[in-house]
């Protein structure tokens, strides 16, 4: 193949590379510190799209975190419903926050609504 050819077809590699770079950097763990939190609040909205359903709780202090649930194969697992949490349910999530903590942001490990559990990623409770 010419060298000129294999540069055209390099770039629209690169170019794609790039454009999923901010994706995979978000998914999985490693955008979240490594210490579990617990998160007490109120529902304020609750959206089951892809990438990953997300939950907006507002603490007691007013502000407004985004809670990311597991993917939606995780979540439907874990009995989590559009149904399950409606906006002003009391709820708990226990999960992993973003490392950047001026962002009001985790992941969930269990979300705890009405006294019951939804476990996205059981493997991570933490054993008693």
Not at 65 to 77: C, F, H, I, M
Request: charged share 20%; glycine share 6%; proline share 9%.
């Amino acid at each position: 193949m010419p060298i000129f050819t294999a540069r055209i077809l390099r770039v629209p590699a690169l170019c794609l590379l790039l454009a999923a770079s901010p994706a995979l950097a978000h998914h999985g763990w490693s955008w979240a510190q490594s210490e579990q939190m617990t998160l007490e609040g109120t529902v304020e909205s609750v959206a089951i799209a892809p990438p990953h359903p997300m939950i907006q709780v507002r603490d007691s202090e007013g502000k407004v975190w985004q809670v990311d649930l597991g993917n939606p194969r995780q979540t439907q697992a874990s009995g989590f419903t559009p149904m399950s949490a409606q906006k002003g349910d009391a709820i708990t999530v226990l999960g992993n926050r973003s490392r950047d903590e001026a962002k009001p942001h985790m992941k969930a490990v269990r979300v705890t609504i009405a006294g019951r559990n939804y476990d996205m990623y059981p493997e991570r409770l933490p054993s008693n």
